[in-house]
């Protein structure tokens, strides 16, 4: 014992290394390739000949939201682009409606469409799919105009490689995507064009860097993943990714056709999100290894999808993760229970072939705990970094210009959590129980989240023959076992790490801690032969360390700022105008010495789904929304016809009728909408116009019963009023708009 105690430390050095080294790979070896430059072979994809595209694309590379001139400029340019690839282009003028009825939301607005028929075929047609408006904020040189050179790049390469097609090939260019995604809801609603549709492929982008993840296919997905497989040079793909996808609040165009029953593929890339839906998504900050990857998956899988049989795409699910870019195992789905008992079969055998090791019930029991409490250790060693970091930094989100610092405290907190219950077992019990909680929850998620089990059974499966292999050895043979075991896991597992960092950096610390966790799990048996008693307070002591200077560095940079909106709202309905600022954590001093803001957050408008920081801006100055309203009986209830009336400076208009007002839908245009009745939402039913020439539509609400309703009328402009200027001034270098950027917004109420 004593032997092994002194060379406790080495051996913990030399873990921890192979854990460094594992996670650099991982982060390296992520599917993204070397862009190809201009003299690439024309029938390859060239991200140096799509960032000439997209430069043309953009043109001024300002802001270009759905309805504005700078948006029509974008259009023609796009057609442009087309028309020199010899492919005609139509534009398909609608209304498109989209919402969401769970939450009381429903979005509206006049799109154009671009579709271009790229080349004939039979039966129906794959459809590739990118949008061409960006948010009020932001230029969109990622999101998505990026995904449309993309397009016309693999176009061009298609036809270098002679197009030849069983199917048809339409590139389908929607407009309205960043309003609710109304383009492709009103393609989708013209049973005409639905009906050509066979397999879409989407690409998005939700960031500027990181590979290109196929992030969410149709369900059914068996067949399509075998296809991406044989048809792309890298992979970065996972069936977890569609579980996460799920939890986060963001649609793509590819929604709408998935809600009706289509075939596709979504592409995304997710790197630096800071970028994302700000005045910092230009030309210039997008990777080009990243518009390689997006590239080559669209060319690939269109190319394999050329002369497919489409019905063979369908089938049943599969479990599916990536391997430094250039591995895809892969099993049905169906196969996940099977393993899963499999796998504990397996592992039962190891623990018959170590059986004279195994000590009393108490041991056991002692050992079984390890894993859990080690992955509650690290979550709340998590925690409490994280929270060292905000109280020093005075941010909720410390590391998020600075990232290196609380990410190296949080993997040393996750090491303090595990060496914590180093001495509680042998290293041969220590394997037995990792591995048994990996085939448990490998079983109990094949059965409840198919899409994470193989992050456990793939692992679990190559850990339990190694277990019955190790149990005839000794010495040396067993410790390279030993390490064997451990290398899957920490392979799969800090990959997933690395790529959670990606899509919502440190800010989601239990995701980071936990998937290291996990990957460090397997590591026990081999730090089990009694590490210095010091270690453990060593990692903890250094964690605390680095989370202080995580703390001390500025949360936000030039280059990764802060999401700092500034409204102007003049609320018709209180009397009275209010400055409002929205940043992500403390309001800049700046800001408050530019202006009496409160204290704390608090409402700032009669509708808003987050509080903000106000200041008085004195009387209403603009006119309240108003409505012409014509009513007539239907049954026991009404309808009410409102006839918009909003100022030539409207560039949205919203109308909200309360919960309790008895709506049994609503009518746009043709398009009609039922309200959940159920919905959360505190405001009841949201009914947003989001183009320009929604300030004079009509909208047509139908009640129940004929009893008096409140209804709030409002109107957003893009921009700030001329007295704004200084306040605008005042917001730091490291603070940018997002999304709907800088905006004016007025409310009124109506009495039906």
Not at 214 to 239: H, K, M, N, R, W
Not at 278 to 287: I, V, W
Not at 310 to 327: E, P, Q
Not at 396 to 402: E, G, I, K, N, V
């Amino acid at each position: 014992m004593d032997s092994k105690a002194s060379g406790a430390r080495p051996r913990l050095i030399l873990l921890a290394a192979l854990a460094v080294a594992i996670w650099v790979l991982g982060a390296t070896f992520n599917g993204l390739p070397a862009p190809r430059p201009m003299n690439a072979p024309a029938t390859a994809f060239s991200a140096a000949r799509a960032n000439v595209v997209l430069r043309d694309l953009l043109g001024p590379e300002i802001p270009h939201p759905v309805s504005s001139r700078a948006n029509d400029a974008v259009r023609e340019r796009i057609r442009k682009e087309f028309a020199a690839l010899h492919v005609g282009t139509s534009v398909y003028r609608a209304l498109g409606c989209n919402g969401r009825r769970q939450y009381g939301f429903f979005a509206c607005g006049t799109v154009e469409d671009i579709i271009a028929e790229v080349a004939p075929g039979q039966g129906k047609a794959i459809v590739l799919l990118a949008h061409y408006d960006s948010v009020p904020a932001g230029p969109g040189a990622a999101d998505d105009q990026s995904g449309v050179a993309t397009v016309l790049e693999t176009v061009r390469a298609l036809q270098a490689r002679g197009l030849k097609t069983r199917h048809p090939i339409l590139a389908l260019i929607t407009d309205g995507e960043e309003a609710g995604l109304l383009g492709a809801a009103a393609f989708a609603d013209n049973p005409a064009f639905l009906a050509r549709v066979g397999v879409v492929v989407n690409v998005e982008a939700r960031g500027n860097q990181g590979p290109s993840l196929l992030f969410q296919t149709s369900p059914g997905d068996g067949a399509l993943i075998d296809l991406y497989a044989q048809s792309v040079p890298e992979y970065a793909t996972s069936s977890l990714f569609a579980v996460i996808y799920r939890l986060l609040p963001n649609d793509t165009d590819l929604t709408v056709f998935l809600d009706r029953g289509q075939t596709g593929y979504n592409f995304a890339f997710s790197g630096n999100v800071a970028h994302y839906h700000t005045p910092l998504d230009r030309r210039e900050n997008l990777s080009l290894a990243t518009l390689q990857h997006h590239g080559d998956n669209l060319l690939g899988t269109v190319s394999g999808l050329m002369q497919t049989d489409f019905a063979a795409l369908k089938g049943g699910d599969a479990i599916y993760l990536t391997v430094f870019g250039h591995l895809l195992p892969r099993l049905p789905a169906s196969w996940a229970i099977p393993l899963a008992v499999l796998v504990i079969l397996l592992l039962v055998a190891a623990a018959w072939a170590s059986r004279g090791e195994v000590l009393g019930i108490g041991r056991r029991l002692v050992a079984f705990s390890i894993p859990p409490a080690a992955l509650l250790g690290a979550a709340l060693f998590g925690w409490l970094l994280h929270t060292v970091a905000s109280l020093v930094s005075g941010q909720p989100d410390p590391s998020y210009a600075h990232p290196v610092w609380l990410r190296l405290a949080l993997a040393l907190g996750v090491a303090t959590a595990l060496l914590l219950w180093t001495r509680l077992a042998s290293p041969r019990l220590a394997a037995l129980s990792v591995w048994s909680w990996f085939a448990g929850l490998g079983l109990v998620t094949a059965i409840f989240l198919p899409g994470l089990s193989p992050y456990f059974l793939f692992p679990a499966l190559i850990a339990a023959i190694l277990l019955i292999v190790q149990a005839r050895l000794d010495g040396a043979g067993a410790e390279a076992v030993g390490v064997l075991l451990a290398l899957p896991a920490l392979v799969i597992w800090l990959s997933l790490s690395s790529a959670s960092e990606l899509v919502q950096g440190l800010a989601l610390h239990p995701l980071i801690t936990v998937t290291m966790a996990f990957a460090a799990l397997p590591l026990l048996p081999l730090l089990a032969p009694r590490p210095p008693q010091r270690c453990a307070a060593v990692t903890a002591v250094a964690g605390l360390v680095l989370a202080v200077i995580a703390g001390l560095h500025p949360a936000y940079s030039v280059r990764q700022p802060e999401r700092l909106n500034l409204s102007f709202v003049d609320d018709h309905i209180a009397g009275k105008a209010v400055w409002a600022a929205d940043p992500a954590g403390a309001l800049p001093a700046s800001l408050r010495a530019a202006m009496p803001f409160s204290a704390a957050r608090r409402q700032a408008m009669p509708l808003s789904f987050t509080n903000a920081y106000a200041a008085p801006a004195g009387a209403t100055r603009y006119a309240a929304p108003s409505a012409a309203i014509a009513s007539r009986p239907d049954g026991a209830g009404r309808r009410v016809t409102l006839a918009l009336h909003g100022s030539a400076l409207a560039n949205r208009m919203v109308v909200v009728v309360p919960k309790d007002a008895g709506l049994l839908r609503a009518e746009i245009d043709g398009k009609s909408f039922a309200p959940d009745p159920g919905a959360p939402g505190p405001y009841g039913t949201v009914i947003a116009c989001m183009t320009d020439d929604c300030r004079g539509k009509s909208v047509t609400l139908v009640f129940a019963s004929r009893k008096p309703v409140g209804v709030t009328l409002g109107e957003q402009h893009y921009g700030l009023p001329a007295d704004a200027a200084r306040l605008v001034a005042a917001r730091p270098a490291t603070a940018v708009p997002s999304q709907s950027g800088d905006t004016t917004i007025v409310f009124g109420r109506l009495t039906l």
